[in-house]
Protein backbone atom coordinates (compact mmCIF):
# COMPACT_ATOMS: atom_id res chain seq x y z
CA UNK A 1 0.00 0.00 0.00
CA UNK A 2 0.98 3.59 -0.67
CA UNK A 3 0.15 6.82 0.77
CA UNK A 4 -1.91 8.81 -2.05
CA UNK A 5 -4.64 11.52 -2.82
CA UNK A 6 -7.57 9.69 -4.10
CA UNK A 7 -10.66 11.05 -5.70
CA UNK A 8 -13.62 11.55 -2.79
CA UNK A 9 -16.49 9.70 -4.05
CA UNK A 10 -20.33 10.03 -2.77
CA UNK A 11 -21.10 6.50 -2.13
CA UNK A 12 -25.07 5.28 -1.87
CA UNK A 13 -25.35 2.63 0.85
CA UNK A 14 -27.74 0.18 0.84
CA UNK A 15 -30.87 0.76 2.95
CA UNK A 16 -30.14 -2.55 4.47
CA UNK A 17 -27.52 -1.18 6.64
CA UNK A 18 -30.59 0.70 8.35
CA UNK A 19 -30.70 -2.27 10.56
CA UNK A 20 -27.12 -1.80 12.46
CA UNK A 21 -28.44 -2.39 16.29
CA UNK A 22 -25.98 -1.87 18.98
CA UNK A 23 -25.80 -4.86 21.32
CA UNK A 24 -26.47 -4.35 25.03
CA UNK A 25 -23.99 -4.45 27.82
CA UNK A 26 -24.43 -7.58 28.75
CA UNK A 27 -23.87 -9.20 25.30
CA UNK A 28 -20.55 -6.88 24.86
CA UNK A 29 -19.37 -8.49 28.18
CA UNK A 30 -19.53 -11.87 27.15
CA UNK A 31 -18.27 -11.12 23.66
CA UNK A 32 -15.21 -14.47 23.29
CA UNK A 33 -11.75 -13.88 24.66
CA UNK A 34 -9.56 -15.27 22.47
CA UNK A 35 -7.43 -18.41 23.69
CA UNK A 36 -3.68 -18.20 24.38
CA UNK A 37 -3.29 -20.36 21.22
CA UNK A 38 -5.35 -18.48 18.85
CA UNK A 39 -2.48 -15.41 18.44
CA UNK A 40 0.51 -16.95 19.52
CA UNK A 41 2.82 -15.95 17.27
CA UNK A 42 5.45 -19.17 18.29
CA UNK A 43 3.47 -22.27 17.60
CA UNK A 44 -0.29 -23.24 17.12
CA UNK A 45 -0.78 -23.94 20.70
CA UNK A 46 -1.43 -27.92 21.64
CA UNK A 47 -4.68 -28.74 19.80
CA UNK A 48 -2.87 -27.35 16.39
CA UNK A 49 -6.03 -25.05 15.61
CA UNK A 50 -3.92 -21.44 16.30
CA UNK A 51 -4.81 -19.01 13.67
CA UNK A 52 -1.56 -16.45 14.04
CA UNK A 53 1.45 -18.70 13.99
CA UNK A 54 0.90 -20.89 10.00
CA UNK A 55 0.41 -17.55 8.72
CA UNK A 56 4.07 -16.05 9.73
CA UNK A 57 6.03 -17.33 6.96
CA UNK A 58 6.77 -15.80 3.78
CA UNK A 59 3.53 -15.57 1.07
CA UNK A 60 4.83 -14.37 -2.00
CA UNK A 61 2.21 -15.20 -5.00
CA UNK A 62 3.09 -18.45 -6.88
CA UNK A 63 5.57 -19.74 -3.84
CA UNK A 64 4.92 -22.70 -1.47
CA UNK A 65 4.67 -20.60 1.03
CA UNK A 66 1.47 -19.49 -0.25
CA UNK A 67 0.11 -22.44 -0.86
CA UNK A 68 1.10 -23.20 3.12
CA UNK A 69 -0.80 -20.30 4.26
CA UNK A 70 -4.01 -21.48 1.88
CA UNK A 71 -4.15 -24.66 2.91
CA UNK A 72 -4.27 -22.93 6.71
CA UNK A 73 -7.34 -21.06 5.62
CA UNK A 74 -9.34 -23.81 3.66
CA UNK A 75 -8.44 -25.98 6.37
CA UNK A 76 -9.85 -24.17 8.93
CA UNK A 77 -13.13 -23.36 7.11
CA UNK A 78 -13.64 -27.05 6.08
CA UNK A 79 -13.08 -28.06 9.36
CA UNK A 80 -14.52 -25.41 12.36
CA UNK A 81 -17.20 -23.55 9.90
CA UNK A 82 -18.25 -25.80 7.03
CA UNK A 83 -21.52 -24.18 6.27
CA UNK A 84 -19.18 -21.12 5.33
CA UNK A 85 -19.11 -21.56 1.23
CA UNK A 86 -15.98 -21.32 -0.10
CA UNK A 87 -14.68 -20.29 -3.60
CA UNK A 88 -11.98 -19.34 -5.10
CA UNK A 89 -11.00 -16.26 -7.81
CA UNK A 90 -7.85 -17.20 -10.05
CA UNK A 91 -6.08 -15.20 -12.22
CA UNK A 92 -2.48 -14.92 -13.90
CA UNK A 93 -0.31 -11.68 -14.85
CA UNK A 94 3.00 -10.89 -15.04
CA UNK A 95 5.17 -8.34 -13.09
CA UNK A 96 7.97 -6.38 -13.63
CA UNK A 97 10.20 -8.55 -11.84
CA UNK A 98 9.34 -11.82 -13.36
CA UNK A 99 9.49 -10.52 -17.24
CA UNK A 100 7.34 -13.18 -19.31
CA UNK A 101 5.89 -15.41 -16.72
CA UNK A 102 2.76 -15.40 -15.48
CA UNK A 103 2.18 -15.25 -11.62
CA UNK A 104 -0.60 -16.98 -10.86
CA UNK A 105 -3.21 -15.09 -7.56
CA UNK A 106 -5.80 -16.81 -5.90
CA UNK A 107 -8.22 -14.88 -3.92
CA UNK A 108 -10.37 -16.66 -1.42
CA UNK A 109 -13.89 -15.99 -1.02
CA UNK A 110 -15.46 -17.14 1.92
CA UNK A 111 -19.54 -16.36 2.46
CA UNK A 112 -21.90 -17.21 5.21
CA UNK A 113 -25.37 -16.50 3.71
CA UNK A 114 -29.40 -16.80 5.66
CA UNK A 115 -29.53 -20.97 5.38
CA UNK A 116 -33.10 -20.09 3.43
CA UNK A 117 -31.48 -18.58 0.29
CA UNK A 118 -31.00 -21.99 -2.19
CA UNK A 119 -27.85 -22.36 -4.08
CA UNK A 120 -29.51 -21.08 -7.07
CA UNK A 121 -30.90 -17.56 -6.07
CA UNK A 122 -27.41 -15.69 -6.19
CA UNK A 123 -27.34 -11.87 -5.64
CA UNK A 124 -30.39 -12.04 -2.73
CA UNK A 125 -28.51 -10.81 0.26
CA UNK A 126 -26.11 -7.79 1.08
CA UNK A 127 -23.37 -9.01 2.38
CA UNK A 128 -20.80 -7.07 4.90
CA UNK A 129 -17.32 -8.06 3.55
CA UNK A 130 -14.83 -7.87 5.74
CA UNK A 131 -10.92 -8.27 3.87
CA UNK A 132 -7.48 -8.36 3.97
CA UNK A 133 -4.37 -9.33 1.84
CA UNK A 134 -3.04 -12.39 2.55
CA UNK A 135 0.31 -12.47 0.10
CA UNK A 136 3.74 -10.82 1.74
CA UNK A 137 6.14 -8.33 -0.14
CA UNK A 138 8.95 -10.29 -2.18
CA UNK A 139 11.64 -8.04 -0.48
CA UNK A 140 13.03 -8.07 1.66
CA UNK A 141 14.02 -12.09 1.87
CA UNK A 142 12.04 -13.33 4.35
CA UNK A 143 9.74 -10.89 5.11
CA UNK A 144 7.12 -11.83 7.36
CA UNK A 145 4.52 -9.41 7.18
CA UNK A 146 3.29 -10.01 10.74
CA UNK A 147 1.22 -6.93 10.50
CA UNK A 148 1.01 -6.60 6.57
CA UNK A 149 -1.08 -8.53 6.65
CA UNK A 150 -0.98 -12.02 8.69
CA UNK A 151 -2.31 -11.04 11.83
CA UNK A 152 -5.61 -9.01 10.16
CA UNK A 153 -6.19 -12.55 8.60
CA UNK A 154 -5.96 -14.54 11.74
CA UNK A 155 -8.33 -11.55 13.31
CA UNK A 156 -11.10 -12.49 10.26
CA UNK A 157 -10.59 -16.09 11.04
CA UNK A 158 -11.39 -15.66 15.03
CA UNK A 159 -14.33 -13.13 13.69
CA UNK A 160 -16.35 -15.75 11.51
CA UNK A 161 -15.78 -18.68 14.15
CA UNK A 162 -17.23 -16.11 16.69
CA UNK A 163 -19.95 -14.89 15.10
CA UNK A 164 -21.40 -18.65 13.55
CA UNK A 165 -23.25 -19.63 16.78
CA UNK A 166 -24.90 -16.23 17.11
CA UNK A 167 -25.95 -16.52 13.59
CA UNK A 168 -27.57 -19.79 13.48
CA UNK A 169 -29.12 -19.16 16.42
CA UNK A 170 -30.55 -15.49 14.82
CA UNK A 171 -31.47 -17.41 11.41
CA UNK A 172 -33.30 -20.40 13.52
CA UNK A 173 -35.16 -17.80 15.20
CA UNK A 174 -36.22 -16.02 11.84
CA UNK A 175 -37.47 -19.53 9.99
CA UNK A 176 -39.37 -20.20 13.27
CA UNK A 177 -40.90 -16.56 12.80
CA UNK A 178 -41.60 -17.60 9.22
CA UNK A 179 -43.04 -20.70 10.05
CA UNK A 180 -45.35 -18.40 11.90
CA UNK A 181 -45.98 -16.32 8.48
CA UNK A 182 -43.22 -13.39 8.88
CA UNK A 183 -41.88 -13.46 5.49
CA UNK A 184 -38.34 -14.77 4.68
CA UNK A 185 -36.36 -13.07 1.78
CA UNK A 186 -36.71 -8.91 2.65
CA UNK A 187 -33.50 -7.34 3.88
CA UNK A 188 -31.71 -10.70 3.70
CA UNK A 189 -27.77 -10.29 4.89
CA UNK A 190 -25.09 -12.06 4.95
CA UNK A 191 -21.58 -11.41 5.97
CA UNK A 192 -18.35 -12.24 3.48
CA UNK A 193 -14.69 -12.55 4.13
CA UNK A 194 -12.10 -11.77 1.25
CA UNK A 195 -8.60 -13.11 1.65
CA UNK A 196 -6.84 -11.13 -1.27
CA UNK A 197 -3.75 -12.15 -3.46
CA UNK A 198 -1.18 -10.00 -4.93
CA UNK A 199 -1.62 -6.84 -3.19
CA UNK A 200 1.95 -5.82 -2.63
CA UNK A 201 4.10 -4.74 -5.33
CA UNK A 202 6.75 -6.75 -6.85
CA UNK A 203 9.37 -3.81 -7.71
CA UNK A 204 8.10 -0.42 -6.76
CA UNK A 205 4.14 0.94 -6.57
CA UNK A 206 2.32 1.46 -9.53
CA UNK A 207 -0.80 1.19 -10.92
CA UNK A 208 -0.11 -1.68 -12.78
CA UNK A 209 2.39 -2.84 -9.86
CA UNK A 210 0.14 -3.36 -7.21
CA UNK A 211 -3.13 -4.92 -6.39
CA UNK A 212 -3.21 -8.07 -8.62
CA UNK A 213 -5.63 -9.81 -6.87
CA UNK A 214 -7.83 -6.88 -6.21
CA UNK A 215 -7.91 -5.50 -9.25
CA UNK A 216 -8.90 -8.84 -10.90
CA UNK A 217 -11.81 -9.80 -8.68
CA UNK A 218 -13.36 -6.35 -8.87
CA UNK A 219 -13.38 -6.32 -12.51
CA UNK A 220 -14.79 -9.76 -12.72
CA UNK A 221 -17.63 -9.19 -10.10
CA UNK A 222 -18.52 -6.19 -11.73
CA UNK A 223 -18.96 -8.13 -15.23
CA UNK A 224 -20.69 -11.00 -13.80
CA UNK A 225 -24.78 -10.49 -13.69
CA UNK A 226 -27.10 -11.92 -12.06
CA UNK A 227 -30.18 -13.64 -13.51
CA UNK A 228 -32.94 -10.38 -13.85
CA UNK A 229 -35.22 -11.12 -11.11
CA UNK A 230 -32.45 -10.97 -8.57
CA UNK A 231 -32.30 -8.52 -5.81
CA UNK A 232 -28.68 -7.42 -6.79
CA UNK A 233 -27.32 -6.56 -9.85
CA UNK A 234 -23.94 -8.44 -9.80
CA UNK A 235 -21.65 -9.34 -6.84
CA UNK A 236 -19.74 -6.14 -6.53
CA UNK A 237 -23.67 -4.34 -6.05
CA UNK A 238 -24.06 -7.37 -2.63
CA UNK A 239 -21.25 -5.63 -1.18
CA UNK A 240 -23.33 -3.55 1.78
CA UNK A 241 -19.73 -2.25 3.20
CA UNK A 242 -16.13 -2.93 2.58
CA UNK A 243 -14.07 -3.12 5.80
CA UNK A 244 -10.94 -3.67 5.45
CA UNK A 245 -8.03 -4.19 7.78
CA UNK A 246 -4.45 -3.87 6.90
CA UNK A 247 -1.23 -3.31 9.15
CA UNK A 248 -3.11 -4.02 12.28
CA UNK A 249 -1.41 -5.63 14.99
CA UNK A 250 1.09 -2.98 16.54
CA UNK A 251 0.53 -1.33 20.03
CA UNK A 252 -1.26 2.49 19.89
CA UNK A 253 -2.45 2.19 16.43
CA UNK A 254 -4.40 4.86 14.81
CA UNK A 255 -7.09 5.13 12.38
CA UNK A 256 -8.27 8.05 10.56
CA UNK A 257 -11.94 8.09 9.07
CA UNK A 258 -10.70 8.54 5.80
CA UNK A 259 -13.48 8.77 3.87
CA UNK A 260 -17.26 10.73 4.29
CA UNK A 261 -19.79 8.56 3.06
CA UNK A 262 -18.79 5.79 5.38
CA UNK A 263 -17.99 8.46 8.16
CA UNK A 264 -21.20 7.07 9.80
CA UNK A 265 -19.94 3.54 10.06
CA UNK A 266 -16.37 4.41 11.59
CA UNK A 267 -18.87 6.29 13.83
CA UNK A 268 -20.74 3.12 14.70
CA UNK A 269 -17.10 1.45 15.60
CA UNK A 270 -15.63 4.21 17.38
CA UNK A 271 -18.68 4.45 19.75
CA UNK A 272 -18.60 0.56 20.02
CA UNK A 273 -14.91 0.54 20.98
CA UNK A 274 -15.58 3.56 24.13
CA UNK A 275 -18.04 1.53 25.30
CA UNK A 276 -16.34 -1.86 25.19
CA UNK A 277 -13.11 -0.17 26.62
CA UNK A 278 -15.74 1.72 29.35
CA UNK A 279 -17.17 -2.17 30.33
CA UNK A 280 -13.43 -3.44 30.50
CA UNK A 281 -13.54 -5.59 27.72
CA UNK A 282 -10.98 -4.59 26.35
CA UNK A 283 -7.12 -5.08 27.55
CA UNK A 284 -5.21 -2.18 25.74
CA UNK A 285 -5.14 0.99 27.29
CA UNK A 286 -3.58 3.19 25.44
CA UNK A 287 -3.23 7.48 25.52
CA UNK A 288 -5.76 7.86 22.10
CA UNK A 289 -8.40 5.60 21.40
CA UNK A 290 -7.99 3.24 17.92
CA UNK A 291 -10.56 5.41 16.09
CA UNK A 292 -10.24 8.73 17.62
CA UNK A 293 -12.02 10.64 15.34
CA UNK A 294 -15.73 9.91 15.52
CA UNK A 295 -16.03 13.31 16.36
CA UNK A 296 -14.42 14.67 13.20
CA UNK A 297 -16.78 17.08 10.87
CA UNK A 298 -18.56 16.93 7.80
CA UNK A 299 -16.21 20.03 6.66
CA UNK A 300 -13.09 18.24 7.56
CA UNK A 301 -13.28 16.02 4.26
CA UNK A 302 -12.23 17.57 0.98
CA UNK A 303 -13.14 16.86 -2.50
CA UNK A 304 -9.63 14.85 -2.62
CA UNK A 305 -9.53 12.53 0.27
CA UNK A 306 -5.64 11.63 1.46
CA UNK A 307 -5.86 7.93 1.46
CA UNK A 308 -3.70 4.79 1.07
CA UNK A 309 -3.49 3.44 -1.89
CA UNK A 310 -5.13 -0.40 -1.04
CA UNK A 311 -6.97 -3.45 -2.21
CA UNK A 312 -10.05 -1.42 -1.57
CA UNK A 313 -9.39 1.01 -4.76
CA UNK A 314 -10.61 -1.12 -7.46
CA UNK A 315 -14.06 -1.37 -5.44
CA UNK A 316 -14.20 1.81 -4.08
CA UNK A 317 -13.91 2.92 -8.16
CA UNK A 318 -16.86 0.75 -9.15
CA UNK A 319 -18.85 2.33 -6.15
CA UNK A 320 -18.56 0.40 -2.63
CA UNK A 321 -18.95 1.72 0.35
CA UNK A 322 -15.29 1.26 2.26
CA UNK A 323 -14.32 1.61 5.65
CA UNK A 324 -10.41 1.41 5.38
CA UNK A 325 -8.67 0.19 9.14
CA UNK A 326 -5.16 0.90 8.95
CA UNK A 327 -2.89 3.21 11.07
CA UNK A 328 -1.69 6.28 10.06
CA UNK A 329 1.33 6.60 11.07
CA UNK A 330 2.32 3.24 9.33
CA UNK A 331 3.71 0.91 12.01
CA UNK A 332 7.41 1.53 12.12
CA UNK A 333 8.37 -1.94 11.18
CA UNK A 334 6.74 -1.75 8.13
CA UNK A 335 7.50 -3.54 4.99
CA UNK A 336 10.82 -4.23 7.17
CA UNK A 337 12.34 -7.55 8.79
CA UNK A 338 10.70 -6.56 12.29
CA UNK A 339 7.70 -7.06 10.85
CA UNK A 340 7.18 -10.61 12.33
CA UNK A 341 5.41 -12.05 15.76
CA UNK A 342 7.81 -10.84 18.16
CA UNK A 343 7.08 -7.17 17.37
CA UNK A 344 3.09 -8.09 17.50
CA UNK A 345 1.19 -6.58 20.33
CA UNK A 346 -0.58 -9.68 21.48
CA UNK A 347 -3.76 -7.03 23.94
CA UNK A 348 -3.39 -4.88 20.45
CA UNK A 349 -4.34 -7.98 18.00
CA UNK A 350 -6.92 -9.41 20.75
CA UNK A 351 -8.27 -6.24 20.77
CA UNK A 352 -8.53 -6.41 17.68
CA UNK A 353 -10.60 -9.78 17.11
CA UNK A 354 -12.88 -8.53 19.96
CA UNK A 355 -13.50 -4.67 18.24
CA UNK A 356 -14.49 -6.26 14.89
CA UNK A 357 -16.10 -9.42 16.25
CA UNK A 358 -18.49 -7.16 17.60
CA UNK A 359 -19.09 -4.50 14.84
CA UNK A 360 -19.83 -7.56 12.58
CA UNK A 361 -22.46 -8.78 15.29
CA UNK A 362 -24.15 -5.15 15.47
CA UNK A 363 -24.10 -5.06 11.42
CA UNK A 364 -25.57 -8.57 11.44
CA UNK A 365 -28.59 -7.33 13.54
CA UNK A 366 -27.57 -9.66 16.04
CA UNK A 367 -28.63 -9.38 20.18
CA UNK A 368 -27.16 -12.18 22.22
CA UNK A 369 -27.52 -14.45 19.39
CA UNK A 370 -31.46 -13.62 19.12
CA UNK A 371 -33.00 -11.91 16.37
CA UNK A 372 -34.37 -8.72 17.14
CA UNK A 373 -37.05 -8.90 14.84
Known amino acids: MRLSALPFLTLALSPLTAAYTPLSDDALRSLPTPSQEDFDPSHPGPSGKGLLAPLLIPRVPGTPGQQAAQQHFISFFRSQLPEWRVSWQNSTGTTPRTGDRQIPFQNIILRREPPWIPPDRPGTAALLTLVAHYDSKIEPEGFLGATDSAAPCAVLMFVAREIEKALVRMWSASSSSAAGGKKQGEGDVGVQILLLDGEEAF ?25 AMSTFKNPLRQISLFVLLD ?30 RSLGVMETKPSKPFLPQGGKAASEF ?72
Open 203 to 227: VSWTDTDSLYGARSLADEWEATPYP
Open 247 to 276: LLGAANPEIPSYFQSTHWAYQKMATLEGRL
Open 302 to 373: HGRAFAVGDDHVPFMARGAPVLHLIPSPFPRVWHTMEDDGDHLDMPTVRDWARLVTAFTLEWMDVQNGESKG
